[in-house]
């Protein structure tokens, strides 16, 4: 079972991601309006309370609020962000991405894909789907990071799954160093404003920048 918290501003989709995810076998733990009523009634929830999974975040929400700052916020709960959204402004979806939003679902998709999405991302793994790709296409500098060759060979196997010590065997090379190209690779991220911290992060820049092939084009995959 997951646990889920949806944010948006329309009442009408919040009833109805809730039935969806109530209907999965999912537990819902809230369904607010916006990202300071999450904030504030995350930290009255009492001790012990099961943490919150993922949120299903509407991408622009009518507080004012900026998408970056939302994807932040939530995110550094340490829950998963997924991006729930008619997706119609690119430049708005590449903000959420670059933020550390796991992945983007039209809210045209059916709710057997939203409920699939949703389970995916809050298991740890990458959506890939064709808005996140739109998103990469439309902005040549959103995949600017200039990688030398062997920096692409760690990230391709580390990416893919492999621990830093097989990537070492695989190079040839010592565990130390891979680390260092590790975390060249990361610095590099983060100066052109894509961090990648985590194992899945890398995942999405490799992604993002073919030197993983698509997980799985038009659809969904775990990886």
Same mark, same amino acid.
């Given at each position: ?5 949806? !944010? ?9 991601? +809730? ?17 300071? @009523? ?5 930290? @009255? ?6 943490? !919150? ?16 700052? #939302? $994807?932040?916020?939530?995110? @550094? ?8 959204? %008619? ?7 590449? +903000? ?8 983007? %679902? &039209? ?7 939203? /409920?699939?999405? /949703? *389970? +995916?991302?809050?298991?740890?793994? $990458?959506?890939? #789907? ?5 998103? !990469?296409?439309?902005?040549? *500098? ?8 062997? @920096? ?22 010592? &565990?130390?160093?891979?680390? +260092?190209?590790?975390?060249? /690779? ?24 073919? /030197?993983?092939? *698509?997980? #799985? ?7």
């Amino acid at each position: 079972m997951v646990t889920v918290a949806i !944010i948006d501003d329309h009442e009408s989709v919040r009833l109805g991601l +809730q039935a969806a995810c109530t209907g999965a076998g999912h537990s819902v733990a809230m369904s607010v309006s916006s990202v300071a @009523e999450f904030l504030a009634t995350a930290q @009255e929830s009492p001790a012990g309370s099961p943490p !919150i999974d993922i949120v299903v975040l509407d991408l622009s929400l009518g507080d004012g609020t900026d998408v970056p700052t #939302n $994807v932040t916020r939530v995110h @550094e709960t340490g829950a998963a962000v997924l991006i729930h959204s %008619i997706a119609d402004r690119m430049s708005l979806v590449r +903000q959420a991405l670059a933020a550390g939003a796991a992945g983007v %679902i &039209p809210k045209s998709s059916p709710t057997d894909v939203v /409920i699939s999405s /949703i *389970e +995916q991302v809050a298991s740890g793994g $990458v959506l890939n #789907n064709l808005e996140w790709a739109s998103a !990469i296409e439309a902005d040549s *500098e959103f995949a600017s990071v200039q990688l030398g060759r062997r @920096e692409r060979d760690v990230l391709h196997l580390y990416a893919s799954g492999l621990p830093m010590k097989q990537v070492a065997t695989q190079l040839g090379v010592a &565990p130390s160093t891979v680390k +260092q190209h590790l975390d060249r /690779i990361r610095k590099k991220y983060v100066e052109v404003g894509r961090p990648a911290p985590t194992k899945v992060d890398l995942l999405r820049r490799a992604v993002e920048d073919g /030197i993983l092939p *698509e997980l #799985n084009p038009g659809g969904t995959d775990a990886g």
